[in-house]
Nanobody
Framework: QVQLVESGGGLVQVGGSLRLSCAAS????????MAWYRQPPGKARELVTS???????WYESSVNGRFTISRDNAKNTMYLHMNNLRPEDTAVYFC?????????????WGGGTQVAASS
């Protein structure tokens, strides 16, 4: 089992920055992919960015160039640096770990942290 705990959310002004952290406990495999999802008010949860154990990243187009995902495998911690925040970035941000092992797929989720960008 894997437990994920997010931290670092808050209220910032438009154009401001925040750093989210996701601490993972339990056994982490080198094939696990970690990701940040977000769920804006009244909308579905969406994938924002992901990172492999080796550091390969992917970004959704609206955050590319503004957000940076990173991962410290020694600490089992993932980060999301968010710069130039916009009102449309307001959402609950969730940490995710996706695992494919022996033909089975598992997803683990944190409880979420609120991010709000307001003018």
């Amino acid at each position: 089992q894997v437990q994920l705990v997010e931290s670092g959310g808050g209220l910032v002004q438009v154009g401001g920055s925040l750093r989210l952290s996701c601490a993972a406990s339990g056994t982490i495999f080198s094939t696990d992919v970690m990701a940040w999802y977000r769920q804006p008010p009244g909308k579905a949860r969406e994938l924002v960015t992901s990172i492999t154990y080796g550091g390969k990243t992917w970004y959704e187009s609206s955050v590319n160039g503004r957000f940076t995902i990173s991962r410290d495998n020694a600490k089992n911690t993932m980060y999301l640096h968010m710069n130039n925040l916009r009102p449309e970035d307001t959402a609950v941000y969730f940490c995710n770990l996706g695992r494919r092992l022996d033909g089975a797929t598992s997803d683990y989720w944190g409880g979420g942290t609120q991010v709000a960008a307001s003018s």
